[in-house]
């Protein structure tokens, strides 16, 4: 469902699943932390950091021993992605080398490596020649024959050329990249795996910004928003910083959500904060929104808000979703310190 592009449906999933073991046994039942490490993944990419944090902290204090074999490295791979996403890349290092020394290898092919993963991180850090290594020592180019299998390194392998291009004007790097893209868009919307789509027009439309062509790029862009508004995608698009950002603010503003791209713009920390001309809302807070923001900023959790306002929990999560895009925010604490700076609560 994930490579699909369906995280509603991949969080159903694993909902189902939890409500075969019983309240009880949640905390010591194994393969219990298995779904809550997956559960923080999908809301890791809808940037939805504090229910990521939450299931990652309740995995912790669960133990090692409640979960399949291959947990201990996926708890620090989702730990590690949410680290860098918040721009701790060191501390994201560190956690993807220990989940390297406690992957186990299966009957389950590896198709997204802790070792690409680690690249993009470096690319991130601004270590290229890392990156580079990493490309040189897997044997990666853009000519390679093309599988499901190695899909993600090769995705990996056009942000590090991008970058390679971005910081060394290697006009070689950025042909490189565009072409391998070129080949990748096809076989990934062969094999309906939107997720992938997505991340591929993101990618495409920072090789066509990089190679002046603008136009295209705002309607790949355009494209790949209209794919990952319905199922809330973010990471996908923020991790890309600043370049992302400017194509972002550039899409024509009739054809696409404000509210999702002023969203995607908070999670990549490239909102800027009001200036003494500027509204401190671009967009005011519904009466009801008003009620939600009051009550994040007790010690209420979610469902306990969804019964004091006697409304389901999905809709507390969308008015959430709305107050941060329009405090310009990605997480409760700073939505309840926004707040309180405007005089909201």
Known sequence: RIDQGRLADALRTYDQALR??????????????????GMSEVHWERHEVDAARELLRRVESMGELTGLPKNPARRRIVLARLRA???D??????????????????????????????????????????????????????????????????????????????QER???????ATRLLHRLLPAAEEGERTGRVIEILALQALAQQAGGDRSSALATLERAVTLAEPEDYVRVFADHG????????????????????????????????????????????????HDVLRLLASDLDGPEIARQLVVSLNTVRT???????????????????????????
């Open 89 to 166: 890349h060191g501390e994201a290092v560190r956690l993807l080398d220990e989940a390297e020394r406690f992957y186990l290898a299966d009957f389950a092919p590896d198709v997204r490596p802790i070792a690409a993963l680690r690249a993009r991180v470096r690319v991130a850090q601004g270590r290229l020649a890392d990156a580079l290594g990493w490309a040189r020592e897997h044997e990666l180019t853009a000519d390679d024959e093309l599988s499901y299998l190695r899909e993600f390194d090769h995705l990996t392998l056009a942000v590090v050329l991008l970058a390679q291009h971005e």
């Open 170 to 176: 290697d006009q070689r790097a950025l042909d490189d």
């Open 319 to 345: 008015h959430t979703k709305n107050i941060y895009a329009k405090l310009g925010v990605t997480s409760r604490r700073a939505a309840v310190r926004r707040a309180h700076e405007l005089d909201l609560t």
């Open 85 to 87: 996403s918040e721009g």
């Open 20 to 37: 075969l073991v019983p309240e009880d046994e949640r905390s010591t039942l194994r393969g219990t932390a298995d779904l809550y490490v």
């Open 242 to 289: 600043t370049p992302m950002a400017a194509l972002l603010r550039a899409l024509p503003k009739h054809r696409v959500s404000g509210g999702y791209v002023r969203r995607l713009l908070a999670a990549a920390s490239t909102v800027e904060p009001p200036g003494p001309d500027t509204p401190a809302l671009v967009e005011p807070l519904s009466p009801r929104e």
